[in-house]
């Protein structure tokens, strides 16, 4: 069965670098979605993104957070200067194209980020 | 803006027997959908079952069925049977059908299944 992938499974950096998370939706999908869960608390949506732009955002989605699909099959989220309260797993998720089934959400295992 | 609440932090259930989650929703919306992700220690989110605003048949999923009540707006789901796999923490979540795409969440329900 398809499944939605994350790299890094886990990711620890220092305050103020940049950290780029990747996710591979699956493969028939072309709806992609973030979201982030600090620890503790809810799932929280970060952005959406279809056609090769953002569709729609959340405010926690300031200019620090950019996203990409750099080619056919990844997409990217981008944090260029971290901060403590980023601290959070990151959960990348894609619908399917058709209107029938795109409502239904897929999520990939997450990536664990830690910033020190 | 649309809202999920889930009223039990946590819950317990001994194997083998029934357990129901509880999950209301806040919204001014006619069509749209609602979920129950179940997220293991693991912490992957899971889709358990999904329902269509517009469908009054309550959806099932082998063990796992909801009872969706429209007008109150609440959407809450039975494991039956439960087995130790089902230890997890459960969400619900919100859809819309119009064009806003994101998930709203609830805060979730620890559940523990006591052998």
């Known amino acids: 069965e398809p499944e939605v992938t994350q790299t890094p499974s886990h990711q620890v950096t220092q305050m103020g670098q940049e950290v780029i998370l990747r996710c591979v939706p699956i493969s028939n999908h072309l709806y992609f979605y973030w979201y982030r869960q600090i620890l503790g608390q809810k799932v929280e949506f970060l952005v959406s993104?279809?056609?090769?732009?953002?569709?729609?955002k959340s405010e926690i989605f300031d200019d620090q957070f950019s996203v990409e699909r750099p080619d056919g099959s990844n997409f990217t989220l981008k944090i260029r200067s971290t901060k403590l309260e980023d601290s959070a797993m990151y959960f990348c998720a894609s619908s399917a194209k058709l209107a029938g089934g795109r409502e239904t959400q897929y999520f990939g295992p997450g990536t664990r980020l830690l910033v020190l | 803006a649309q809202t999920v609440t889930q009223s039990q932090p946590e819950m317990s259930v001994q194997e083998a027997e029934t357990v129901t989650l509880s999950c209301t929703y806040d919204?001014?919306?006619?069509?749209?959908?609602l979920f129950w992700y179940k997220q293991p220690p693991s912490r992957q989110m899971i889709l358990v079952i999904r329902?269509?605003?517009?469908?009054?048949q309550n959806a099932t999923e082998n063990r796992f069925s909801v009872n969706f009540q429209k007008a109150a707006k609440s959407f809450s789901l039975k494991i039956s049977d439960s087995q130790l796999g089902d230890a997890a923490m459960y969400f619900c979540?919100?859809?819309?059908?119009?064009?806003?795409?994101?998930?709203?969440f609830g805060t979730g329900t620890r559940l523990t299944i006591i052998p």
């Open positions: 993104f279809y056609n090769n732009e953002i569709s729609e």
């Open positions: 329902q269509e605003a517009y469908k009054q």
């Open positions: 919204t001014s919306e006619s069509d749209y959908y």
């Open positions: 979540a919100y859809r819309s059908d119009f064009g806003n795409e994101k998930l709203t």
